[in-house]
Every structure is written in structure tokens, then in C-alpha cells.
């Protein structure tokens, strides 16, 4: 079992700034894919960045590409979403996901553990 809480969300205006963290329980975190995603009112949830476990191989949605980064701490057991040159159309709750092995993926339904989410708000 993995449990994720994130933090870090805020207001911010365009152009600016935000880093999210998410801290994992469990003593399997090197063992997991973890990824960060994206749910606007209205939407659909939306694959923001994955990385591997160990951190070698990441993967990042069209929309968030040059702009966020997805890193990780395997002995501190955290994943960190750098987020750069935010938009308006960045506004979201952000979800920390986990799931065992090594994914190459984006999709919701190939993660099995999910945070609560952290609100997101960038203002023109």
C-alpha cells in the first residue's frame, strides 16, 4: 500500500512559479512509477509528467513540456513537480499518483494509488 499526500499548491500569477511536493508512506517508493496529474472544473483528468524509479527516465504531457520538471528523492521518498512560465490555462487540482513497476505511461487507469490534490491558480 502507498500513501501520497502532496503540497505546495497556491495562487501565482501568469509567468510565475510553483514547486509541488508529494511525500510517500510505504517501503516500496523506489519500486514505484510516480507521476503528477492535472483535473481543470469541467475536464478531464490529465497527465502532467512521469518518472521512473529511479528517476532515470521522465515523461511529460504536450501541454507542460520546456515549462515543468518531474524529479524524485528515493530516500526521502518524495516527488517534485518544478513548475515554470505558468499559464492561466495551468489552473487545476494537481494529483500525486504511484503505481509499482516501471511505467512509461500518462494514462489515469495505469495508476492505482492516488493523493488527495493540491490546488493550482495562475492568474493573468
Known amino acids: 500500500q502507498v500513501q501520497l499526500v502532496e503540497s505546495g499548491g497556491g495562487s501565482v500569477q501568469a509567468g510565475g512559479s510553483l514547486r509541488l511536493s508529494c511525500a510517500a508512506s510505504g517501503n516500496t517508493f523506489s519500486f514505484v512509477s510516480m507521476s503528477w496529474f492535472r483535473q481543470a472544473p469541467g475536464k478531464e483528468r490529465e497527465g502532467v509528467a512521469t518518472i521512473s524509479p529511479g528517476g532515470g527516465s521522465t515523461l511529460y504531457g504536450d501541454t507542460v513540456k520546456g515549462r515543468f520538471t518531474i524529479s524524485r528523492d528515493n530516500v526521502k521518498k518524495t516527488v517534485t513537480l518544478q513548475m515554470s512560465s505558468l499559464k492561466p490555462e495551468d489552473t487545476a487540482m494537481y494529483y500525486c499518483?504511484?503505481?509499482?513497476?516501471?511505467?512509461?505511461?500518462?494514462?489515469?487507469?495505469?495508476?492505482?494509488?492516488w493523493g488527495q490534490g493540491t490546488q493550482v491558480t495562475v492568474s493573468s
Open positions: 499518483a504511484a503505481q509499482r513497476g516501471g511505467l512509461y505511461s500518462l494514462r489515469t487507469s495505469d495508476f492505482s494509488y
